[in-house]
């Protein structure tokens, strides 16, 4: 409820796993980026798993994505996330 609300709650208010609006972004950020040269950074917790934005990227976009940089703040851990894509992404036609 908070993710759509205008206050200052949204911004802190991520949902399952803290990517209800990551999740909804990842397809639109591989429409966006542009191969070969094309690169994203997203900065993520821990507690949003990394892990797993890396692997639906791959599988599904063709997007290498890769820690960039990671830093303590206060009581979490902030990486930063490369992304690149290995292939040309094109979206499916709708019909």
Known sequence: EEVGSNGIEAS???GR???VVLD???SQIARLLAFPHGVAFIVVVDDN???QISQIMEETYGIKV???MRRRARNEFLTILKM???REFR???RT
């Open 24 to 26: 909804r972004a990842l």
């Open 91 to 93: 979206c499916a036609e």
């Open 12 to 14: 802190w208010a991520g």
């Open 49 to 51: 798993y990394p892990e």
């Open 66 to 68: 890769f820690p960039w």
């Open 17 to 19: 796993d803290g990517r």
């Open 84 to 86: 690149k894509p290995t």
